[in-house]
């Protein structure tokens, strides 16, 4: 290991060991402190003598978030709000008899924020509304960022149910491109996020073809970071989500719900939490489970074979042991079993079913494909907090995270068969994903600064065993017939004659493993350790109307590739108090580290003579393992507070990555593996509108552009690649523009329409990359042509060639030629003039024009509908209440794709209109 390797590491230990002793030995503070990522407030109320104030109300809202949280002081006056997301808050005090009290308060560390209301003697009494005023609504912080509190997302109509957490972050940050399957694209990457829960880091994939996610019940806030990220923050930083969970701590009272729903697709949910505690112990309890016939996006807009269920359980456990020291602990376990969606090229699938070795070999129906799929995971993250003073506290987070994925072929594995462009091989995998770790690190609050430092350790066991065979009898045959053309059956090279000849592109080595010519499954297992260490100080100055935010992250990456990398941090905002403006610029450098899914399969794979030709390897990368890149990204924003009623934030981001990641996809599986770019240029721009509660109706709109440039060549990874031309390309995910608008209204008043309220959400998507969709424009016209492959000829006019797409996927791309609609059945012309050529699903360059990186084929645009209604204690009872509520996603039954053929992600169709109904009881 180099010298900065063992630095870092005496490093570690040394922060460490300091820090416990430290904690150890200072003084005792006064009140508890939060764990993690959350903060607290504490205070003691108190009248112009000095006398304590019982009964007072202590209320702590943020109007851009929807936090609104209410206490009520003890018998000696004090109070403790807790859990509380990093962020600025209103503090409003009120007791009978008192004037009301207001402060402003920051809550930005783990130490607690302490105050000493004092309230004056009212000669009447009056009524508390809060509005925020032009000053509330702006944050003096220089890291562009979006916080939303579950009093405002409960009431958000999400597209997927089976992965609710992907689908709020997409429909509340800005910045986001989204993809089938709970994936988000997040400012320009392919999925470089990072969740940080209650502390601890996951950087591993959350959509659901990877992973089960937290359930968002569990949640009781969020922020999400997409500026510069903060020095404590590595690994993946495009995006940040900083998930705060419930607690049960100080509910002296039993308190829950019960929910159940039905909808669509034979959606059925069930869902039970439970919160109770006392002043220095707590416990929150979450069970959830649901069953559905479309479980994943499909390749059809219609729904086949495409059922699932997953089950959760979440449970976050309190202790204070002192007022020093407390104890949180996080358990989480979650189940997931689905069907891999199948498309009409999928039913009743023609195959060998005897003599595949002979010159007559016999074709039949094997049925139709069944692929599925199970995932298991579990979490177990206990925190220990020491309060070190009334300015310090000392955190230790230690965890350990499991994914066990399995993928299970068709019974019969020639099911599996599919489009020679798609799928050629039965696969099964079983693959796991260990990850455990500690990170200590203590916070410091004093005068203008707000100070962490910290240390983490990282090990991640990757275990991969994965099976492929040969189901489709053309390829790899050893013989062809007089126009080139492979022919199905004959066992070697040396049994072609007569009508047939040797195939010059047959590879002997695949002979054994080929299922339709009497072979058997390849088999190969990996294995890798993957280490990191971290070191990180950090720092936020406050001083008058100014915040500068500075730190440094060090990392050291020790896996199947290594790499150390020193990554500054700064940023600086001003805030113009007279007009309501906040002006603020950042850097950051940042370790990118490859994803850990499929990991060894993509180092190894394309040097292995059977796999490579299996995992469509491209030239020159069978000898290279994916490494870490670095990136330096830059950052320059603005907030305005136009009234008290409406605040715009927006930034403009430049990224410039070495060594850009991304994901190839064997076949139509949801198996995907990482592959590295030599770099990327990522500029664009992020907005955000709110509108704070006015009157019971609020409002946000999120907005982005993002141009994501990559550059060739590919120097990693498995997996069929795009960027053959060698000149720069956008990836699949790059989306000139998206947005989402939500609105949401609450009847407060009237005997019938007290507690009615309705959200509703537009979503304006104006379409990913297509780059396997055919257009016109020879590579002789342009060398960056995005077209070379389905340029043709007819009858000496310029033509789009067809024939590599099944009738199936062209009636996926809904691709028209002269009028004429290609349907599952019946496929268009091999040929099409260009001129008559055209799509209703995907926007085609006009003939001559497509271009890799100025104007490749896209995904046409599309407007989705979401919205959902609902009554809160339908019966009026103090106890039990009752809540209703109606969903319908997708109202407008808009028929659109997220994506077709990517060589990242396939194909998939949006959610047709669907709708749900929901009972909640309260207690």
């Known amino acids: ?110 130490v607690a924020v302490s105050v000493t209301p004092v309230l004056q003697i009212s000669a009447a009494t009056s009524t508390v509304t809060v509005e925020a005023s032009s000053g509330d609504l702006v944050e003096n912080d220089p890291t562009f960022h979006t916080d939303v509190d579950r009093d405002l997302f409960i009431k958000v109509p999400l597209e997927s149910q089976s992965s609710s957490l992907s689908s709020l972050v ?82 002296t009272k039993p308190t829950g719900s019960f929910s159940t729903s039905y909808g669509s697709f034979g959606t059925a949910t069930a869902n039970f939490d439970l919160s109770y505690g006392r002043k220095n112990w707590g416990n929150f309890l979450e069970l959830d489970g649901m069953n559905t016939g479309r479980f994943l996006d499909p390749q059809e807009f219609a729904v086949m074979h495409d059922k699932g269920n997953e089950e959760n ?24 079993w689905f069907q891999n969606p199948n498309a009409y090229d999928n039913l009743s699938v023609q195959n060998v079913v005897a003599g595949g070795s002979s010159a007559t070999p016999v074709f039949d129906n094997v049925g139709n494909a069944d692929q599925r799929s199970q995932i298991l995971t579990f979490n177990i993250a206990p925190t220990y907090t020491h309060v070190v003073s009334n300015n310090s506290v000392f955190n230790l987070t230690t965890y350990v995270r499991k994914d066990q994925y399995h993928y299970y072929p068709s019974g019969n594995p020639l099911a599996d068969r599919g489009p020679a462009n798609l799928q050629t091989s039965s696969i099964a995998q079983t693959r796991s994903l260990l990850n455990t770790g500690a990170n200590a690190n203590i916070s410091y609050v004093h005068g203008v600064h707000t100070f962490k430092a910290g240390a983490e350790y990282n090990s991640t066991f990757l275990r991969e065993g994965d099976s492929l065979g040969i189901v489709d009898p053309f390829y790899n045959a050893p013989c062809v017939d007089t126009n080139g053309n492979p022919v199905a059956g004959y066992s070697s090279q040396s049994a072609c004659a007569g009508a047939v000849s040797a195939n010059p592109n047959y590879l002997p080595v695949l002979s054994p493993w080929d299922l339709t010519r009497n072979g058997g499954f390849y088999h190969y297992a990996g294995r890798a350790d993957i280490k990191i260490m971290s070191l990180y100080v950090q720092d936020q100055i406050k001083a008058g109307n100014w915040t500068a935010n500075a730190g440094i992250r060090g990392d050291i990456y020790n896996g199947l590739s290594s790499a150390q990398q020193a990554q500054p941090r700064v940023g600086v905002g001003y805030n113009i108090k007279r007009t309501g403006t906040v002006l603020s610029v950042s850097y950051a450098r940042s370790l990118e580290t490859p994803f850990n899914e499929n990991l060894v399969l993509s180092s190894e794979g394309c040097a292995d003579p059977v796999l490579s030709p299996l995992l469509s390897c491209s030239p020159g990368v069978a000898s290279n393992v994916p490494a870490p890149g670095y990136r330096n990204e830059f950052h320059a924003g603005i907030q305005q507070a136009i009234g008290r009623h409406l605040v715009a934030s927006g930034e403009y981001i430049w ?44 409002a946000y709109s999120v907005m982005s552009s993002v141009a994501a440039r990559f550059f060739p060549p590919q120097v990693s990874g498995a997996g069929a690649t795009v960027g053959q031309t060698g000149l720069p390309f956008r990836i699949d995910h790059d989306e000139k523009f998206n947005q989402t608008t939500h609105l949401q209204y609450t009847f407060a008043h009237g005997r019938f329409i007290k507690g009615f309220w309705g959200g509703f959400n537009w979503r304006y998507d104006s379409g990913q990359v297509a780059g396997s969709a055919p257009c016109w424009n020879p590579i002789s016209h342009d060398p960056n042509s995005s077209c070379d492959g389905t340029t043709t000829m ?68 599309r407007n989705l509908f979401d919205t959902t209604v609902g009554k809160d204690n339908i019966f009026n009872t103090d106890h039990y209440k009752v809540d209703m509520n109606l969903t319908a996603v997708n109202v407008t039954n808009t028929y659109a794709l997220y994506n077709f053929l990517s060589t990242f992600s396939g194909t998939h169709y949006v959610t047709p209109r669907s709708l749900t109904a929901k009972v909640t009881v309260n207690f």
């Open 655 to 698: 990224k410039y990555t070495h060594n850009a990641f991304d994901f190839s996809v064997l076949g139509s599986t949801p198996i995907t593996f990482p592959i590295d770019w030599h770099n990327s240029k990522i500029p664009g721009y992020a907005l955000h509108l709110d509108v704070p509660e006015f009157r019971h109706f609020s």
């Open 1 to 110: 290991m180099p010298a900065f390797g063992a630095i870092a590491r005496t490093s570690f230990a040394a922060v460490f060991l300091f820090s416990c002793q430290y904690a150890l030995n200072a003084e005792t503070a006064a009140f508890a402190a939060q764990s993690g990522n959350a903060g607290t407030v504490h205070g003691t109320v108190t009248d112009p003598t000095g006398a304590v104030i019982p009964g007072a109300t202590a209320r702590l809202v943020n109007s851009i978030s929807g936090l609104d949280r209410t206490v009520t002081s003890d018998a000696t006056g004090q109070f403790d709000i807790g859990n509380l997301p990093f962020n600025t808050y209103k503090l409003i005090i009120s007791a009978p008899g008192f004037q009301r009290f207001q402060q402003s308060l920051d809550v930005r560390s783990s």
């Open 170 to 251: 997409t429909q509340t940050t800005p910045g986001i491109s989204a993809d089938s399957n709970g994936l988000f694209h997040g400012l320009g990457d392919h999925a470089q996020n990072s969740f940080s829960v209650d502390g601890q880091s996951i950087t591993d994939q959350q959509s659901k073809v990877f992973s089960n996610q937290i359930p968002s019940n569990s949640i009781q806030s969020l922020e999400v970071i997409s500026g510069a990220p903060p020095a404590e923050y590595g690994g993946k930083t495009s995006l940040v989500i900083v998930a705060t969970t419930r607690s049960g701590q100080g509910v």
């Open 794 to 861: 007819l009858n000496g006019q310029p033509a789009v060639d067809l024939s590599q797409l099944t009738a199936d996927q062209q009636f996926q791309a809904g691709l028209i030629c002269n009028g004429q609609r290609a349907t599952p059945g019946h496929p268009l012309p091999a040929a099409c003039l260009a001129s008559e050529f055209s799509s209703s699903l995907i926007s085609i360059p006009a003939p001559g024009t497509g271009n890799n990186d100025k104007a490749p084929p896209r995904i046409a645009p």
């Open 313 to 336: 359980f979440f449970d976050r456990v309190d202790y204070t042991f002192t007022q020093a020291d407390s104890l949180h602990l996080n358990l989480n376990y979650s189940r997931s």
